[in-house]
C-alpha cells in the first residue's frame, strides 16, 4: 500500500492485516553534496517502492521523511518519534526506517523503529540491467530483514 486515495480506501477495509509501516528517511541539501544526497535518496526510494510492491497487504508505504541535513539530530529523533508513535496508535505494529544517511546509525538506539541502511549508489550512469540487479539484490536484503523482525 502506497499513500494514495485508492490504496488508503483499502488500508481502512483491510487494516487488521496491514501491521508494517514503511518510512523513508530522505537527506537534502544545497551545498556540497547534494548530488550524492539525491543520488541516495533516489535508490532509497527505488528500493522501498520495490518492497511495498512486493508485499502490498502487508506493508503500508508512507511518504518520506524529508530533512535538511543540517537539523539536528535531537529534533529529528524527536520529529520522527512522534511519527512512530502516531503509527503504533493506529494499529502498526511494526515500524521501519530506510536510508543511506549513514549518520542515522549513531542514533539507531533512539529510535522507536527499526532502521536499515541502504548504500548510497550512484546510479545515473549505470547500466540499466545492473541497476535493476542492484535494486533487487538490496530489495532482497530488506526483505529478509522484515522477515526477521516480524518473527
Known amino acids: ?11 481502512v477495509k483491510e487494516k487488521d492485516y496491514i501491521d508494517t ?8 541539501t544545497i551545498a556540497d553534496g547534494a548530488k550524492a544526497a539525491a543520488s541516495g ?3 532509497v526510494q527505488l528500493i522501498v517502492h520495490e518492497a511495498e510492491r512486493q508485499l502490498k497487504g ?18 529529528l529523533i524527536r520529529r520522527l518519534g512522534d ?3 502516531q503509527l503504533m496508535e493506529h494499529g502498526m505494529k511494526h515500524v521501519f526506517y530506510v536510508t543511506c544517511d549513514r549518520t542515522w546509525k549513531e542514533y539507531e538506539n533512539q529510535l522507536s523503529g527499526r532502521l536499515w541502511m ?13 541497476k535493476q540487479e542492484i535494486i ?14 516480524w518473527s
Open 58 to 75: 502487508r506493508l503500508f508505504l508512507f511518504p518520506p521523511f524529508t530533512y535538511f541535513m543540517s537539523e539536528q539530530r535531537e529534533e
Open 136 to 149: 533487487r539484490e538490496q530489495t532482497s536484503q530488506l526483505l529478509n530483514f522484515f522477515i526477521s523482525q
Open 41 to 43: 535518496g533516489e535508490f
Open 21 to 28: 509501516a514503511l518510512i523513508p528517511l530522505i537527506p537534502i
Open 118 to 130: 541502504v548504500p548510497a549508489i550512484p546510479l545515473q550512469d549505470m547500466d540499466e540491467s545492473y
Open 83 to 85: 511519527w512512530t508513535r
Open 1 to 11: 500500500m502506497k499513500w494514495t486515495a485508492a490504496d488508503v480506501e483499502i488500508y
